[in-house]
């Protein structure tokens, strides 16, 4: 049965502000796939904060690991697990309204590439690439900056 982890928040603690770590282990060896958990616990993290994406370290685990679901648990073939996920093209701008579950009750409208591919591994090692527009863009861009280290706040001009 999936766990509801507690989410970091931002000013609490300097992990949401670190670059994770590359997955390197996919746990073949058995039926119990530690990812496979890890994204399980996650997505029920993510739905129980109403959120779309949500990254490991958020959760305090800093791993190349986010989960997406813009259908909110509506559609089942809309879940993403990405594995070591990176941006490997960026077309096109769009101006966003954006806030993160680290970062409760804030919104800022910031400026996003309008389409985005991104390269990532499943939670058994094999490679895919997805594309994204819209609310699937910004959220495949918001979850690597995650991992990057990097909050949505960073592209608020002052």
Known sequence: MPQILPIVKYGVSKILEQPSMKVIEFGF?????????????M??????AKGVGLAAPQ????????????SSGEDPNMK???VNPEI??????MTVEEGC???PGKKETIERSAEVAVQYQDTK??????GGKGLLSQALQHEIDHLDGKLFLSYVSI
Do not use: C, H, P, W
């Open 43 to 48: 997505f029920a993290t993510m739905y129980a």
């Open 101 to 103: 579950l680290s970062v």
């Open 29 to 41: 060896k058995d039926k119990n796939n530690q990812l496979d958990t890890l994204a399980e616990n």
């Open 80 to 82: 993403l697990v990405l």
């Open 125 to 130: 090692g094999q490679i895919y690439t997805v």
């Open 59 to 70: 959760i305090g685990i800093m791993l190349r690991v986010a989960v997406i679901d813009i």
């Open 88 to 93: 490997t093209e960026r077309r096109g701008t």
